[in-house]
């Protein structure tokens, strides 16, 4: 094998979000300065037998700017392809015309799977529906390693149940808010740098980005610590305290987040009769000084998938719900008011739920009593995938402690709103699946310590991502969930079918209902 961690780079990007069984959202184009539009592009969607069900051309009038206000031509596509079929695998070409050669030529290329009209039955032949969950990637010294263990496991896995069908990034894709480079004064090379980290962030996960749907929602990284209350000891935000920089800051990571990401707000995702995921951007739209955790329609319509769930359900959030008090940033638990009215509206119906997440630099499953119903709450955190470097590994780096012990904390309970919609309810102990043979859970990433490191000082989280597989049963009894831990760094090498695939931490099953 040539390089253990090839990295597919391109300067342009091809990848989709926003799949359904019918249809899907793909972007193309490039975050790299001073590129130039091509006057003739197309894309292509072939389906499994290379055969092309669809084109879609692009004139150089039509290419858009992720961030307007930036000098460099950086330039994208945003379209929908639909009339597709459910369940089916197809591949997206990105094309340019070369008129020196007349010839159309691939810059980009994705595979895309549809969505299924039903979950697969959990047989021991049938492929489960898939989902990779990860976040929080800094690029510096990942060299490829997530690309490469994504890579493996998606294009040849050894189980080809382990395959993701999509990928859910829950924040801090890219870190905005890292280098003293941010105490500049001028909005014009605020911007320009915001533009750039997400060119060099799109680069190290490009491997991802191409393999099956992508998505995302932002955390405070996408924003600065903390959002939207920056932390006023952190030296990388001083210059947020002048008002045109902070303007132009804010301004140019929306941009990044609507025009590159595609990030939804509230957006769900149903499997009628079967499963139901529910996207909420629980980030972007809060009220400073911790007042309303997102717009009231936004929310509004979180409640209602919440209360009107007739199956087993998913919140995919920037924040873990089961959390007590952090007193070095706001999580959802501090929003007390709407946080109570969450857990009442997931807990009114009887049915499961699980939440994935991300932010918090540790991975692991846990479980919960969720209301007075009976239902159970898990909740599946995946963070990092690839960790910060050097001085700011010393103030990101996290482990698995353990906590909390009960849920819901009690601040819940004693907030007016808790006192009126969980009035009902009582702490419950938290199941974090102890091994008796060793400190920690069965069922979490472990952690290492580099004291002698200086790239990684101290201790820190393996970096890793995680897949959650969903089947239903033949009875209609319910559905089954399998969760696995991926290592990015741990990996076997495989020399004579060539590939490199990430070592398996730890499998979860538990049926849901």
Same mark, same amino acid.
Not at 93 to 103: H, L, N, Q
Not at 143 to 149: K, Y
């Given at each position: ?280 951007? *629980? ?15 936004? *929310? ?20 873990? *719900? ?192």
């Amino acid at each position: 094998m040539v390089n253990r961690y090839y990295q597919g780079l391109s300067e342009f990007h091809c990848y989709a979000t926003r799949v359904t069984t019918g249809s899907m959202r793909l972007w193309v184009g490039t975050l790299e300065r001073d590129m130039h539009k091509p006057a003739k592009a197309r894309v292509r969607l072939c389906d499994g037998s290379g055969r092309q069900v669809r084109v879609r051309p692009i004139r150089h009038a039509d290419w858009e700017r992720p961030f307007p206000a930036t000098s460099q031509d950086r330039f994208y596509k945003s379209f929908t392809f639909k009339g597709l079929r459910p369940g089916r695998i197809y591949r997206a070409c990105f094309e340019r015309w070369r008129a020196d050669v007349k010839a159309w030529e691939i810059l980009r290329s994705a595979s895309i799977r549809t969505l299924p009209k039903r979950l697969p039955l959990s047989t021991s032949r049938a492929k489960p529906f898939t989902i990779a969950l990860g976040s929080c990637y800094w690029p510096d010294q990942d060299g490829g390693r997530v690309g490469t263990a994504y890579r493996g496991l998606y294009d040849h896995p050894a189980d080809p149940h382990d395959s993701p069908d999509l990928t859910f990034l829950t924040g801090d894709q890219v870190y905005l808010d890292v280098g003293f480079d941010l105490r500049s004064r001028v909005p014009k090379e605020v911007r320009r740098r915001i533009a750039r980290d997400y060119a060099r962030h799109w680069q190290g996960l490009s491997d991802v980005l191409t393999r099956g749907a992508t998505y995302m929602l932002p955390d405070d990284h996408e924003w600065y610590n903390g959002f939207p209350d920056p932390d006023p000891g952190n030296p990388y935000l001083w210059a947020l305290r002048d008002v045109k920089v902070r303007k132009a800051w804010e301004q140019a990571a929306r941009q990044g987040i609507v025009n590159v990401q595609q990030c939804p707000v509230v957006e769900i995702m149903a499997f009628p009769g079967d499963l139901s995921i529910c996207f909420a951007d *629980l980030r972007s739209y809060r009220e400073p000084k911790q007042g309303g955790l997102m717009n009231p329609k936004d *929310l509004k319509r979180v409640l209602a998938w919440a209360n009107g769930l007739t199956t087993p359900g998913v919140l995919v959030s920037p924040q873990p *719900l089961i959390v007590t008090g952090n007193p070095h940033e706001a999580n959802l638990l501090d929003y007390t008011e709407d946080y109570c009215r969450l857990l009442a509206a997931l807990g009114s119906t009887g049915h499961d739920i699980v939440v994935m997440s991300g932010d918090v630099h540790y991975g692991r499953v846990v479980s919960v009593k969720l209301g007075a119903r009976g239902a159970t709450l898990y909740e599946v955190v995946s963070s990092p995938l690839s960790n910060l470097t050097y001085l700011n590994a010393w103030f990101a780096t996290n482990r698995n402690r353990l906590t909390p012990k009960q849920f819901p904390d009690p601040r819940a309970f004693s907030h007016p709103r808790g006192k009126q919609t969980l009035s009902d309810w009582k702490p419950r102990t938290v199941n974090h699946y102890l091994n008796k043979t060793r400190d920690g859970s069965r069922y979490a990433i472990g952690h290492k310590t580099s004291w002698r490191q200086w790239v990684y000082p101290g201790t820190r989280t393996r970096e890793h991502f995680l897949t959650i597989a969903f089947s239903r049963y033949g009875d209609g009894s319910g559905i089954r969930m399998t969760v696995k831990g991926w290592l990015v760094r741990d990996v076997d090498l495989d020399e004579r079918r060539k590939r490199i695939l990430p070592q398996r931490a730890f499998r979860f099953s538990r049926k849901l209902t």
